[in-house]
């Protein structure tokens, strides 16, 4: 599976940005598909997910109400609307897939960034 991000960039406080997400290859073996994210100096940390499997979606407790994962099967994409920015959003954010086998596959990340 490969992973394709798109959307990052430079917003200021309270601003929206869109990121994208297009998967390739044995896309039919995902399992569930989701962002993390990274700021520097800090762990990588779960976004939001949403699962094959019924469609659960899961999100970070810290952009619960601000940010909005969906996907579309037909083009094997996942969005990731970001309301309400703060500073604090700021991080590279990558794409992840789980795989049928449990493996992980990740995307080459995308910067945002949110001026206060």
């Known amino acids: 599976v490969q992973l394709v991000e798109s959307g990052g960039g430079l917003v200021q406080a309270g601003g929206s940005l869109r990121l994208s997400c297009a998967a390739s290859g044995s896309t039919f073996s995902i399992r569930a598909m989701g962002w993390y994210r990274q700021a520097p100096g800090k762990q990588r940390e779960l976004v939001a997910a949403?699962?094959?499997?019924?469609?659960?979606?899961k999100y970070a407790d810290s952009v619960k109400g601000r940010f909005t994962i969906s996907r579309d099967n037909a083009k094997n994409t996942i969005d990731l609307q970001m309301n309400s920015l703060k500073a604090e959003d700021t991080a590279a954010y990558y794409c992840n897939a789980l795989g049928g086998s449990l493996e992980w596959y990740w995307g080459q990340g995308t910067q945002v960034t949110v001026s206060s």
């Open positions: 949403i699962f094959s499997d019924g469609g659960r979606i």
